[in-house]
């Protein structure tokens, strides 16, 4: 890739210096030492390329410079990823993983009912997991006796829907 790019590596002292080849224009931002080269080409901004050294372990010291701009602190974790022209680490973001207990799932089963017979299915798979449903703390809202059972709460949408159609049909004729 650099090649295509009109550069041509040098090595000179373990360090690999990019030479423009003939006939292209700009330069790469590369830093030696003291002195830091920019690039017409690739520079984003107003930026410059800085040099890391890889430690023993593997770890990349990132210049304070580009952890300021890019608000990388201790900690942060990355992607590294490879692309045909190098190394590109990015961004991850970890997100914690809640592994649940049977005892949770057993609340969530209980919690999350909304008739009897959700109810009752509730208590039947808590009970294949080993479990004594009346042993769960969940919601004191959910208690079997005052759920509705399905063909109740059937005819509880079956009362909103119409209600929704009625007004449907009157804020059409208004209109």
């Not at 109810?119 to 969940?138: S, T, V």
């Not at 959910?142 to 009362?159: C, I, T």
């Amino acid at each position: 890739m650099i090649r295509d790019a009109g550069f041509k590596p040098i090595q000179r002292n373990t360090l690999y210096v990019l030479e423009l080849t003939e006939g292209t224009r700009g330069s790469l931002p590369v830093r030696f030492g003291s002195f830091t080269l920019k690039s017409d080409i690739l520079n984003i901004g107003n930026s410059a390329m800085e040099t890391s050294r890889v430690g023993k372990r593997g770890t990349l010291v990132i210049p304070v410079k580009l952890r300021q701009r890019f608000n990388v602190k201790e900690g942060d974790l990355f992607f590294a990823e490879e692309h045909e022209d190098g190394i590109l680490l990015r961004p991850a973001v970890a997100v914690p993983v809640e592994i649940y207990t049977p005892e949770r799932k057993a609340e969530f089963f209980l919690n999350n009912a909304v008739t009897k017979e959700d109810y009752d299915a509730a208590c039947e798979d808590i009970r294949a997991m080993g479990l004594d449903p009346a042993k769960i703390p969940h919601t004191e809202d959910v208690s079997r006796d005052a759920l509705p059972s399905n063909v109740e709460m059937d005819k509880g949408w079956e009362a909103i829907r119409k209600k929704l159609s009625k007004r449907a049909l009157i804020s059409k004729r208004h209109a």
